[in-house]
């Protein structure tokens, strides 16, 4: 499964922007796609997680009611809408892959994927 995120930039505090996350397997798969934020010194962090085949949703507490995960109508594309940002949103934005449901996961958890992608940067001042 190849992963490429995009849709990162600078925003200023309490703007919007929405990443995307193609991937290469999701079409007809059961797979659970995460979002995770990782700022320097620290691990990843769990922000969002969709579950492909029948797209329930989870969030991280810090973020619920600001972001959304969503996935197109073709299957190939997982989305983060992230709206109300606050500058401890800021730093690169991963999403990963696994063949399983979310609910079977800790889907939260940097260990539970075995497919990353590069990663895209989001700053917010």
């Known amino acids: 499964v190849q992963l490429v995120e995009s849709g990162g930039g600078s925003v200023q505090a309490g703007g919007s922007l929405r990443l995307s996350c193609v991937g290469s397997?999701?079409?007809?798969?059961?797979?659970?796609i995460g979002w995770f934020r990782q700022t320097p010194g620290k691990e990843r962090e769990g922000v969002a997680a969709?579950?492909?085949?029948?797209?329930?949703?989870y969030y991280a507490s810090s973020v619920k009611g600001r972001f959304t995960i969503s996935q197109d109508d073709a299957g190939n594309t997982v989305y983060l809408q992230m709206n109300t940002l606050k500058p401890e949103g800021t730093g690169m934005y991963y999403c990963a892959a696994e063949a399983a449901f979310c609910s079977t996961l800790l889907y939260l958890r940097e260990r539970s994927y075995t497919y990353w992608g590069q990663g895209t940067q989001v700053t917010v001042s």
């Open positions: 397997q999701f079409i007809g798969s059961s797979m659970c």
């Open positions: 969709i579950s492909t085949n029948g797209a329930s949703t």
